[in-house]
């Protein structure tokens, strides 16, 4: 392309100032890449689809261990209250 476009090389050009060559070439290019740069984005989002159904699974699955381990921590605290209540009985009875 600048062989082609510099003005001391004027016996050597191949192109002409609008330069249909070069624009056949970019345009053939253009044509080649296309299907290749939208197989990719089409794998790309295939691939983050994927992530984000095993990203909700262990966040969902994160939810019900934290649901889990609060049912669990409210059992203690009723069982804490209840054992209060008792030994406050208690110290009344003595």
């Given at each position: ?61 994160a939810e019900q261990e934290i649901d ?12 804490l209250t209840e054992i209060r209540d ?9």
């Amino acid at each position: 392309m600048i062989w082609n476009s510099l003005s001391i090389t004027k016996a050597f050009h191949f192109d002409s100032e609008p330069f249909i060559l070069l624009n056949l070439c970019l345009s053939f290019i253009a044509a080649f890449q296309a299907p290749v740069i939208m197989m990719s984005q089409n794998r790309q989002a295939i691939r983050d689809k994927n992530e984000s159904v095993i990203d909700f699974a262990i966040n969902y699955k994160a939810e019900q261990e934290i649901d889990d381990m609060q049912s669990r921590l409210h059992n203690i605290e009723s069982q804490l209250t209840e054992i209060r209540d008792l030994l406050k009985q208690q110290k009344k009875e003595n």
